[in-house]
């Protein structure tokens, strides 16, 4: 089973311009998570999907990022327009609807540098 | 707000020895899971304990749980140099929410 996967592995853009990242859960789990590390602090939650259903987009810092999930497949997060702060590791997990397991399933994640 | 604090933020350590991470939270859990992060991979799940259990082994690794101080500890025995890797704390409200992660602990096991 092919596990989530994220492109790219790392984008180095300027200030100001536009990123769009790219996650591929693994097939057949409704629910995608988007998240984020930014200077080597803690791992925050940005948004999650059921489907293409936005369930939760409490941790999307401003209007700058948006999310999509067209289809209920894989789903991009655009970054418009790229501010400093934004450099980190963006993560994308998934996980099967239903059942009673917690664990989600990472991406290996990309790094966005904005300069 | 921050939900988990980890300590030590890092740790080195030779191989062979034993490594203990810790984990604070703020709120009601109902589970708590320990994830590692090797360089320039994601984040793999290593062990999820429930509120209502005290303490759970899964090979090498060792994890207790305290809901009275709200705390949580990762040992790793016999460390390995394939150990060295970034190692968080996790909590989940329901099965489908959220991840509220710790800093991190970044632990170099030197050969």
């Known amino acids: 089973e092919a596990g989530v996967t994220q492109f790219p592995s790392h984008s180095v853009i300027e200030k100001g311009q536009t990123v769009t990242l790219r996650c591929d859960p693994i097939?057949?789990?409704?629910?995608l998570y988007w998240y984020r590390r930014v200077m080597g602090k803690e791992i925050k939650f940005l948004l999650h999907?059921?489907?293409?259903?936005?369930?939760?987009e409490s941790g999307m810092p401003n209007n700058r990022f948006l999310a999509e999930r067209t289809g209920g497949t894989y789903s991009t997060l655009k970054v418009q327009p790229a501010e400093l702060e934004d450099s980190g590791v963006y993560f994308c997990?998934?996980?099967?609807?239903?059942?009673?397991?917690?664990?989600?399933?990472f991406g290996p994640g990309t790094r966005l540098t904005v300069t | 707000s921050q939900q988990g604090e980890e300590d030590p933020q890092a740790l080195s350590i030779q191989e062979g020895e034993n490594a203990t991470m810790n984990c604070s939270y703020k709120t009601s859990i109902n589970n708590l899971q320990w994830y590692r992060q090797n360089s320039g991979r994601g984040l793999v799940h290593l062990i999820l304990i429930r509120s209502n259990e005290r303490e759970k082994h899964s090979g090498r690794l060792r994890v207790t749980l305290d809901t009275s101080k709200k705390s949580s500890s990762l040992l790793i025995t016999a460390s390995r140099a394939a150990d060295t890797a970034s190692y968080f704390c996790a909590t989940g409200e329901t099965s489908g929410s959220r991840l509220t992660f710790g800093e991190g602990t970044q632990l170099t096991v030197n050969p």
């Open positions: 097939s057949g789990h409704d629910n």
């Open positions: 997990a998934s996980k099967p609807q239903g059942g009673a397991s917690y664990e989600q399933y």
């Open positions: 999907f059921v489907k293409e259903s936005k369930q939760d």
